[in-house]
């Protein structure tokens, strides 16, 4: 299977997934329309293909994480919602369609973002394909990274920022928690469905610090230097936020040179393993290598 | 143990495991204070109460359910901040005190609503007095019950049903989303880690149905009778945002009457089962008779 293929044929399993447990919910119809509506806005679904990619390099039957990676986009998903509020970020647009609130008001947006939320740790808690010490570890990992230790916590620390001259290393430890958790836990969950090694799992973990890192600079130089029809989304935002970037810090150039030093020793950590890990490092040049 | 030194002695044991729990959170400091003060800020605990007084009723280790407990509660906190936002109720103030976005702001308050939610997971999963088997039923049931089927999808009822004139059948199946299904939940999950057999979980049950309304029928009461300095919230809200309620629907005799009736209804399920029911009976009545 090439590369292009695994995106294609994965992306489609992961959005039928999501469609599936929203169809199956009983609920009120415009809260699952305001839930589908996000879901299905698209995007390149980086952190479900991870969980996908690292269970293939496993040599572990892929449809024993559809569940998992589905959840995991729709954790990712209602932080989306969540952070294009009025009072948070306050966007109208994301990849080029109106935000949540936009569409559906601000209430609903809000308990669309707590129903996935929740809908995540239901769809994982009840996959009866795997094991129930499989599913606890997953739960745990999932609860961890994306609450007030990981994402969330980072969301937060991430406002506080604004307007503030933050170090490097303070920049790295809010997105560490604000991006990194879920696209780390991407990684780790795969490895809990695949039972890797704890020599495996430490080297993941490595590989998922990295990515993680060469994500958000990324984000930031294409801020900086993204053209806003492509991006679907308002660009120039960090500045006009006063926030601190890796290319404020590092200047542009810097932040491209330290782009390729975490894309590299993302590599590197792959290679460490017995694995066929050329999915891996395919997501890691998608992530790292966006249209500059 | 008397009903009063039950009360006194457990709210005491869930808000120092509550508030342990936020302590171990390494995370962002105005995040940790925002969760907090809401988890601080009282109210009766009916619903760990609930979840502990269960276990008791089946000579069951109290202890056990403690985390359990503090989740339930976590979940309910979260779904109070998020219901005063200025988008949803828009609420000053709680149980006496300003609601949480008018002390930390509105950004900070969806945080930590977030938060609150996914940490009431991690406490369950995490939780290893309880056998995986166990802790996986657990966090089935609060997902269900917390999510776009149960309290949220009530939630999202609730807001499309304001200056809308709803049947009865109607009311009643928006509360027993979004106030029945975290008070069923309490004791179902009081009954999932006393192993409880199918015939008394199916009277459970019924017992959770009927003070799920009886609470809600309390509620619209005191929002028509009651003192607004005694409820520490304004009153009179439901009349202000033309919601349909039992005494709008019933009159307040028939209000009272019916919540008259589903007490006796709760309490006559828990006399078909051969359990320790005191507790239990103890809470309906603050359930169900409060100050009127």
């Known amino acids: 299977m090439t590369f292009d293929q695994f995106m294609q044929h994965y992306k489609q399993e992961i959005e039928n997934c999501m469609k599936q447990a929203i169809i199956a919910t009983e609920s009120d119809q415009k809260l699952e329309q305001s839930m589908m509506y996000s879901l299905e806005a698209g995007g390149k679904r980086i952190r479900p293909l991870l969980v996908l990619a690292t269970l293939i390099a496993f040599d572990c039957e892929p449809k024993l994480g559809y569940r998992t990676a589905a959840a995991m986009e729709m954790i990712h998903t209602y932080s989306l919602i969540h952070d294009d509020l009025p009072a948070m970020d306050n966007d109208d647009f994301r990849r080029g369609k109106l935000t949540n609130h936009k569409v559906y008001g601000e209430a609903t947006a809000i308990l669309a973002g707590d129903a996935l939320l929740t809908k995540a740790f239901e769809l994982i808690v009840s996959d009866t394909k795997l094991s129930t010490p499989v599913r606890v570890n997953l739960i745990q990992l999932f609860a961890k990274s994306a609450g007030a230790s990981g994402m969330v916590g980072g969301q937060q620390a991430d406002i506080l920022g604004e307007n503030q001259?933050?170090?490097l290393a303070d920049l790295e430890s809010i997105h560490r928690r604000k991006t990194g958790a879920l696209l780390s836990a991407s990684v780790l969950s795969g490895a809990i469905i695949a039972e890797a090694s704890d020599a495996d799992r430490l080297a993941l973990e490595k590989f998922a610090h990295h990515i993680g890192i060469a994500f958000q600079i990324c984000d930031d130089i294409?801020?900086?230097?993204?053209?806003?029809?492509?991006?679907?989304?308002?660009?120039?935002?960090?500045?006009?936020?006063?926030?601190?970037?890796?290319?404020?810090?590092?200047?542009?150039?810097g932040a491209k040179q330290a782009l390729a030093e975490h894309t590299n020793s993302a590599k590197k950590a792959l290679h460490t393993m017995n694995i066929d890990a050329s999915l891996l490092l395919g997501l890691t040049d998608l992530i790292a290598v966006r249209d500059f």
Do not use: C, F
């Open 165 to 167: 001259t933050l170090s």
């Open 222 to 253: 294409l801020d900086v230097i993204g053209d806003a029809e492509k991006m679907g989304k308002k660009t120039g935002a960090d500045a006009d936020l006063q926030k601190s970037t890796y290319p404020a810090l590092l200047s542009l150039e």
